[in-house]
């Protein structure tokens, strides 16, 4: 089993900037992948970005060049800047054994809320 703890979110105006954290615990393996999905009412969690064990990372469009992942051993920090409006959702902390692939866990959730 592994536990992912989230801290973060909340609310802030367009063009603002929010952190993101997230603390896994647990059955941690050697290769893994850490990430932050988000989920608007009424769609699919998409993601939004991930960092494997080694460093590598990858996001999506929608985060290129405004949103940045970094991790400290078993803590990643998601740093959102320039949020927009469309950036209003519950984002998930996610972490899977392997590089790569599907979560297989999640944590609770953090509300971010962008204002126009």
């Known amino acids: 089993q592994v536990q992912l703890v989230e801290s973060g979110g909340g609310l802030v105006q367009a063009g603002g900037s929010l952190s993101l954290s997230c603390s896994a615990s647990?059955?941690?393996?050697?290769?893994?992948?850490m990430g932050w999905y988000r989920q608007i009412p009424g769609q699919q969690r998409e993601l939004v970005a991930r960092?494997?064990?080694?460093?590598a990372t990858g996001y999506s469009d929608s985060a290129k060049g405004r949103f940045t992942i970094s991790r400290g051993g078993n803590t990643v920090i998601l740093q959102m800047n320039s949020l927009k409006p469309e950036d209003t959702a519950v984002y998930y902390c996610?972490?899977?054994?392997?590089?790569?692939?599907?979560?297989?866990?999640w944590g609770q959730g953090t509300q971010v809320t962008v204002s126009s």
């Open positions: 960092v494997i064990s080694s460093g």
């Open positions: 996610s972490y899977n054994s392997a590089y790569w692939g599907l979560p297989t866990y």
């Open positions: 647990g059955r941690i393996s050697e290769m893994n992948t």
